[in-house]
């Protein structure tokens, strides 16, 4: 059978980077075994659904390059379905009407402590098709105000295989018979997600280990309906980054970054913070997963290619955003010029004021070593375009004042010198033997000179690039302020 995975997130909230892994992992199950990778929102409940958050989860996934060969198909547009469903199971006796109060399910659940489970045990003192007559059933549905429940077995081992954690087993007495249609006449998610899964021909469902108390639930929803359930995958939980827990919105404030792909509301995502799709998902591919031939990179093709899920890890994954940023590093390192200065507006805007299209491509070439975020581009190329507007002041005390002043005056009377820079960097050489000043602090006084700071890209391919005029005139800046 053709593998098919579906993400099937509720639009209640803004889609948080724990349910973009989910997503990831659904569509790499697909695509390894080149199947369909399928989007359904799951939005029966009206009450909780949050305006907007429904085109936050298409457009994290836009942004992040994860399409969608179905979708998205919603809940919503499909009660006939679960309707049609519900009464097959009425009919064969799996399900039934209950028309207990709110008030008469709190008084039970004092009564037991808080330890009430609506069963096999309980049901028979509760108001429901099973403790009233026929015709009063057939009144209390006319009225409406009902809910429906499913049938849980009594005393059964309910056994299933979890591709990540093995094989699993449930007590049946302890699981409670639940709701599958509420009184709105709309579905639970627990009936609506077997129903649909079976109805696409779902092979694969890829969620959070915080579904795994309802698993034996819908494992009895199968076997009402006599349907072969699909393979189960539950992931580990994205932890926060110290201590135990999962990752919340809370936690990631908190430690300074993104929880969520792209912008919700006043939170920026990872997109606006300038990191790349490419290095989100092969971070996240990281949090609950290890290739085998244990590279740090991946693009998303390469994902596919790599990924076995018998190599998801059991246990959570904390979230490290300094691995995140190294992650970015890599893929940003590896893209081309062109690509980076299409990302990255602003520095466009600046170099193509000065430089031709050919040397805006080099002087990204110098600094893409030099890139974590996509907000460095603009930072690294700034050298480029305009002088430094402050002096690291401790790297000048460093140096010594008298020290910049001579290697400066010394440039300035080796003028013709600096439109080779490879020229002058052998004249600096002598100069600094001949005066006893050593070639690193030469190196030091120039780049301060020409960068501001100590650090940068390779000093005498800037000279080259900005070229003699540019040169000087900074030359004589770092002068008149020592």
Not at 184 to 200: E, I, Q, S
Not at 205 to 215: A, T
Not at 254 to 269: C, N, R
Not at 405 to 414: A, G, P, S, T
Request: charged letters at 30%; glycine letters at 6%; hydrophobic letters at 35%.
């Amino acid at each position: 059978m053709k593998e098919r995975a579906r993400f099937a997130p509720s639009p209640t909230g803004p889609l948080h980077i724990g349910g973009v892994r989910t997503a990831l992992f659904n569509y790499l199950i697909a695509k390894k075994n080149g199947g369909d990778f399928i989007l359904r929102i799951e939005d029966t409940d009206s009450k909780r659904t949050v305006v907007g958050a429904e085109d936050h989860i298409k457009d994290s996934l836009k942004w992040l390059g994860l399409k969608f060969d179905e979708g998205p198909i919603k809940q919503s547009s499909r009660k006939s379905l679960y309707k049609k469903r519900v009464e097959e199971l009425l009919k064969k006796g799996l399900a039934y009407y209950a028309f207990d109060s709110s008030t008469e399910l709190e008084d039970a659940r004092k009564e037991s402590n808080g330890e009430f489970k609506y069963n096999y045990e309980t049901r028979k003192n509760m108001i429901n098709s099973f403790t009233v007559s026929e015709g009063e059933v057939k009144s209390r549905v006319d009225r409406g105000g009902y809910v429906i429940r499913m049938v849980i077995p009594e005393k059964e081992s309910i056994t299933v295989n979890d591709e990540i954690r093995g094989s699993l087993s449930f007590n049946s007495n302890e699981i409670e018979d639940k709701i599958i249609m509420k009184s709105d006449g709309m579905p639970t998610y627990h009936f609506a997600n077997v129903v649909d899964d079976h109805d696409m021909k779902i092979t694969s469902v890829v969620r959070g280990e915080e579904w795994l108390s309802s698993l034996p639930s819908h494992l009895t929803l199968y076997n009402h309906f006599g349907w072969s359930p699909p393979k189960f995958y539950h992931l580990p939980l994205i932890l926060k980054s110290t201590g135990q827990g999962k990752l919340s919105k809370r936690d990631a404030e908190d430690q300074g970054h993104p929880v969520f792909a792209v912008q919700w509301e006043e939170s920026k995502g990872f997109k606006e913070s300038g990191y790349t799709p490419e290095g989100i998902l092969n971070y996240l591919a990281l949090l609950g997963w290890k290739g085998k031939d244990e590279n740090e990179k991946y693009s998303l093709d390469e994902l596919v290619n790599s990924f076995e899920s018998k190599d998801i890890n059991k246990s959570g994954a904390r979230f490290d955003i300094k691995k995140a940023v190294w992650i970015n590093h890599l893929h940003l390192r590896d893209f081309s010029s062109k690509k980076i200065l299409s990302l990255s507006e602003q520095a466009n805007l600046l170099l193509e004021k000065k430089y031709s299209n050919d040397v805006c491509e080099q002087i990204v070439d110098l600094i893409k070593e030099r890139l974590n975020t996509l907000f460095d581009v603009e930072k690294e190329v700034f050298v480029f375009v305009s002088q430094p507007k402050v002096y690291d002041q401790g790297a000048i005390e460093k140096i010594t004042r008298n020290t910049i002043y001579n290697v400066l005056n010394f440039c300035k009377l080796k003028e013709e010198l600096i439109s080779e820079p490879l020229l002058l960097k052998e004249s600096l050489m002598t100069f600094g033997s001949e005066n006893q000043i050593s070639f690193g602090n030469i190196m030091k006084t120039l780049r301060l000179c020409i960068v501001g700071s100590l650090s940068g890209p390779d000093l005498f391919k800037i000279i080259d690039i900005i070229g003699p005029e540019e040169t000087l005139h900074r030359i004589e800046s770092l002068t008149n302020k020592i």
